[in-house]
Structures are given as structure tokens and as C-alpha cells.
């Protein structure tokens, strides 16, 4: 899967995985079941990449079971922490990998799998540290709480090949916001699948929440 440029392997490119949708969404599924019917819902609303948190017993399941049920689907894996974490959902079928974190030993644990990653970052030095290991794509997390848009616009000034997927806070009424950046390639978060809307059963709920999502994406393009 990877490619080699001078001494540093390349990953496929993660604004590539999304280009079609840049829509991140972040799921925290605690239901098997719920997870199958959620990506259906998701990719039936336009969004075709699901990241799946390991933050509930049944995440590395869920994962699997997306990946068998829902081939249409592009799941991945989100809040890793450990290599141990990573090894264990590429094993579970996962398709891509991020992180709310940035060290050197789980970049590289998430690198050598080959798949398209995304650490987290934060800070100018995190950003550093990215680069140094080739990394030019990097999830901004939490985005609302350290300064949102403005912030990636003070890195992206300084950090022009960068590319940034700011999460946390981040919803349909200020999407627009971000996506005013050109540093930014997607945007991740969990407005398009609400709690009550999983605890409803709601699938068409959460599809229309993604077209309404899809659409204002559009309309940005239109308007650029
Ligand atoms: C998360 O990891 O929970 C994501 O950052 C989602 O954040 P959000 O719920 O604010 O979209």
C-alpha cells in the first residue's frame, strides 16, 4: 500500500479516502447492530467513511461487522492510543486509522500498517514532530476548544503542507467556517448521528442529517 518518496514511506493519502464525502463521522456505537444500521443510514445520505471509536466494549465488533455487512462503507478506527489498539483493529478489518493524539511510537505503530492516518494535533511542536515522520495530514483535536477555525489558519500559515480535519464541535451551522480554509480537507464529528436518534432507531433521521450535511458542502463549492 505504501508508496516510498526519498527515505520516508507515504501512506495513502487520508484527503483522498474522503474527497468524495469530507465528512469524518464520529461514531460511539454500543450496538452491533446499531453500527451496521448506522453506515447504511450514513452512506445512503452520501457520507462513505465511518470511524468507529474504541471508547465502547463491542468497538472492535462493530468494526467488523461493518466491514462484512457494509462493504459499500469505507470503517475505520478512531480514538487510538496504542500500537496494541492499532494492530487489533486492523485485525478487526479496519480500513483507515485516527487518533486524538500525536507520539512517535503510535505514529509509527499506525504508519507501518500502510492504511491512510490521521494523528492528532494540536500545536506548532506536534506538528513538527508529524512532519518529521513524513505525516502531512493531521486531525485538528479538540478543534472548538483550541480555538477552532482561527487557530488553523494561524498554523496553516506557518504549516503550508499541511492538511487539517479539525473534529470536536464542529456541525453543520459552522462547517462552513472551517471550510473556508483550503488547509482544510475534511471535517470530522458526531452531529449527524445523535444519541437520541441511535436510541430511536432513527435511520432515516441520521441519513437526512447526512444529505443536509452533503448538500451545505456543496453549496459551499458553488459558492467558492
Ligand atoms: C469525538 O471524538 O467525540 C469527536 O471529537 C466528536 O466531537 P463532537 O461530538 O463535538 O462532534
Given at each position: 500500500n505504501q508508496f516510498s518518496c526519498g527515505e520516508i514511506m507515504l501512506n495513502p493519502s487520508f484527503a483522498a479516502?474522503?474527497?468524495?464525502?469530507?465528512?469524518l463521522p464520529v461514531l460511539h456505537m454500543e450496538s452491533v447492530e446499531d453500527a451496521v444500521n448506522v453506515s447504511r443510514a450514513l452512506f445512503k445520505g452520501g457520507i462513505t467513511c465511518a470511524e468507529i471509536v474504541l471508547r465502547s466494549p463491542v468497538a472492535l465488533d462493530c468494526i467488523k461487522a461493518v466491514a462484512e455487512q457494509v462493504p459499500e462503507m469505507t470503517v475505520g478506527v478512531g480514538t487510538l492510543t496504542t500500537p496494541q489498539q492499532v494492530k487489533d483493529s486492523?485485525?478487526?478489518?479496519?480500513?483507515?486509522?485516527?487518533?486524538?493524539?500525536?507520539?512517535?511510537?503510535?505514529?509509527?505503530?499506525?504508519?507501518?500498517?500502510?492504511?491512510?492516518?490521521l494523528p492528532g494535533v494540536?500545536?506548532?511542536s506536534e506538528i513538527t514532530q508529524a512532519l518529521e515522520l513524513g505525516i502531512?495530514?493531521?486531525?485538528?483535536?479538540?478543534?472548538?476548544?483550541?480555538?477552532?477555525?482561527?487557530t488553523i489558519k494561524a498554523l496553516s500559515s506557518v504549516f503550508s503542507q499541511v492538511k487539517f480535519c479539525p473534529t470536536g464541535g464542529v456541525s453543520l451551522g459552522n462547517m462552513a467556517e472551517y471550510f473556508a480554509n483550503k488547509s482544510i480537507f475534511a471535517v470530522g464529528g458526531s452531529w449527524m448521528v445523535p444519541k437520541d436518534l441511535i436510541a430511536n432507531k432513527d435511520w432515516d433521521a441520521i441519513t437526512l442529517l447526512c444529505q443536509q450535511a452533503i448538500a451545505a458542502i456543496n453549496d459551499l463549492d458553488k459558492c467558492a
Open positions: 479516502l474522503v474527497k468524495n464525502s469530507p465528512i486492523v485485525a478487526a478489518g479496519a480500513q483507515f486509522l485516527v487518533s486524538p493524539s500525536f507520539t512517535k511510537t503510535l505514529a509509527t505503530a499506525m504508519i507501518d500498517t500502510g492504511l491512510p492516518m494540536v500545536s506548532p502531512t495530514e493531521v486531525k485538528f483535536f479538540p478543534a472548538a476548544q483550541y480555538g477552532g477555525a482561527k
